[in-house]
T-cell receptor, first 111, second 114 residues
Framework: GQNIDQPTEMTATEGAIVQINCTYQ??????LFWYQQHAGEAPTFLSY????GLEEKGRFSSFLSRSKGYSYLLLKELQMKDSASYLC????????????FGAGTRLAVHP | EAGVAQSPRYKIIEKRQSVAFWCNPI?????LYWYQQILGQGPKLLIQ????????DSQLPKDRFSAERLKGVDSTLKIQPAKLEDSAVYLC????????????FGEGSWLTVV
């Protein structure tokens, strides 16, 4: 089976940098996603890591270490609109690639 | 490109009643998923279709939930009879091909069982 762990809640200040961690245990692995979900809305895609290393997309970056079962999402120059839940998800290996989600981290950005 | 369409957006029913949700994926997307998201939790996969065939329904409570995807396009998810613990958002998502990276979510159908 798969187990995905994320902190439940985080707070940060507008303009700051925040790192949201995700650890996972799985018997196989085909890639790790980060999704953003605002309250009352559907999840929207942020990033996808298959290989170790850092993927950068504007203010958002995502890092993966497959050997350590660890990923993080880095948000820079925080804005109030970044207040949302951030979901870590992975494709276990084999089969038809169903996406398994963690419980999510609720980020509150304050002035 | 139109996104994943879902209806109804909101539904309130009494326990033991039935409800059905409809999903129309992005045109041409072969894979369709139904997820259940309870407040404060991450989405949980209920069922996955590849074209019109079921490839994973291991977490679908089959005594009360059913889903179909006739003709490999749109899909319906039915709950009968509903329980209080079924109160959740039901998210439909689709993906173009088996090894395509991203899945795309609809806005969800919000169910409250009272």
């Amino acid at each position: 089976g798969q187990n995905i762990d994320q902190p439940t809640e985080m707070t940060a200040t507008e303009g700051a940098i925040v790192q949201i961690n995700c650890t996972y245990q799985t018997s196989g692995f085909n890639g790790l996603f980060w999704y953003q979900q605002h309250a009352g809305e559907a999840p929207t895609f942020l990033s996808y890591n298959v290989l170790d290393g850092l993927e950068e997309k504007g203010r958002f970056s995502s890092f993966l270490s497959r050997s350590k079962g660890y990923s993080y999402l880095l948000l820079k120059e925080l804005q109030m609109k970044d207040s949302a839940s951030y979901l870590c998800a992975l494709y276990p290996s084999g089969g038809y690639n169903k996406l398994i989600f963690g419980a999510g981290t609720r980020l509150a950005v304050h002035p | 490109e139109a996104g994943v369409a879902q209806s109804p957006r909101y539904k309130i029913i009494e326990k033991r009643q039935s409800v059905a949700f409809w999903c129309n994926p992005i045109s041409g997307h072969a894979t369709l998923y139904w997820y259940q998201q309870i407040l404060g939790q991450g989405p949980k996969l209920l069922i996955q279709f590849q074209n019109n065939g079921v490839v994973d329904d291991s977490q679908l409570p089959k005594d009360r939930f059913s889903a179909e995807r006739l003709k490999g396009v749109d899909s319906t998810l039915k709950i009968q009879p509903a329980k209080l613990e079924d109160s959740a958002v039901y998210l439909c998502a689709s993906r173009p091909r088996v090894y395509e990276d991203t899945i795309y979510f609809g806005e969800g159908s919000w169910l409250t069982v009272v």
